[in-house]
């Protein structure tokens, strides 16, 4: 059965602290990978996309890794703020037509 | 201006009733989506819409029924309400089917009571 799982499922770090989440799916066939942020009681945003012909991208603060022979992917948070507080998700594309979303992490960043 | 819009925000029904919900996005995407989000805020597809044409049907009941009268509108019609049907349902954009420029709407909180 295909899934995505994402570890922690929560975390709480104070302002200024560098992060990283994580993102597994189980098995190599990707066409890409997205990550959102989702505020509470708010729809998703969009973070970053990463093809599967790419390794890394960067937006900011943040960087989001890919390695496809493990089936991982990383977001990167840089110098978090009160403000990255949100859930993110990730979304595993693994064929042109076919998405599944991650459970979540919910980040909370102390002031 | 909001990109992506869905009414209504909130939605309380009785079981056993039909309701739909309406979405309209002004970006000029080609690809439009309905993602179910429930209680454990696990968020799944449920259709996605390519220029007008249907490309993803997950394992919906076929109680809902999504429509696409033209590119910016997707609407979503359920049928005979039931319970398990409560959640927040997500109306979503992207400028292709690739998902760049992904945008999603508020969402729409329905309650079966």
């Known amino acids: 059965k295909q899934e995505v799982t994402q570890i922690p499922a929560a975390l709480s770090v104070p302002e200024g602290e560098n992060l990283v989440l994580n993102c597994s799916f189980t098995?190599?066939?990707?066409?890409?990978l997205q990550w959102f942020r989702q505020d509470p009681g708010k729809g998703l945003t969009s973070l970053l996309l990463?093809?599967?012909?790419?390794r890394e991208q960067t937006s900011g603060r943040l960087n989001a890794s890919l390695d496809k022979s493990s089936g991982r992917s990383t977001l990167y948070i840089a110098a978090s703020q009160p403000g990255d507080s949100a859930t993110y998700l990730c979304?595993?594309?693994?064929?042109?037509?076919?998405?599944?979303f991650g459970p979540g992490t919910s980040l909370s960043v102390i002031p | 201006d909001t990109a992506v819009s869905q009414t209504p925000k909130y939605l309380v029904t009785q079981m056993g009733n039909d309701k739909s919900i309406k979405c309209e996005q002004n970006?000029?995407?080609?690809?439009m989506y309905w993602y179910k989000q429930d209680s454990k805020k696990f968020l799944k597809i449920m259709f996605s819409?390519?220029?007008?044409?249907?490309?993803i049907n997950e394992t919906v009941p076929n109680r809902f029924s999504p429509k696409s009268p033209d590119k910016a509108h997707l609407n979503l019609h359920i049928n005979s309400l039931e319970l398990g049907d409560s959640a927040v349902y997500f109306c979503?954009?992207?400028?292709?089917?690739?998902?760049?420029?992904?945008?999603f709407g508020s969402g729409t909180r329905l309650t079966v009571v």
């Open positions: 979304a595993w594309k693994t064929s042109y037509d076919k998405v599944i």
């Open positions: 098995d190599s066939a990707i066409y890409n």
């Open positions: 990463i093809q599967s012909s790419q």
């Open positions: 970006l000029g995407h080609d690809t």
């Open positions: 819409y390519n220029n007008k044409e249907l490309i």
């Open positions: 979503a954009s992207s400028r292709d089917r690739v998902g760049y420029g992904y945008t």
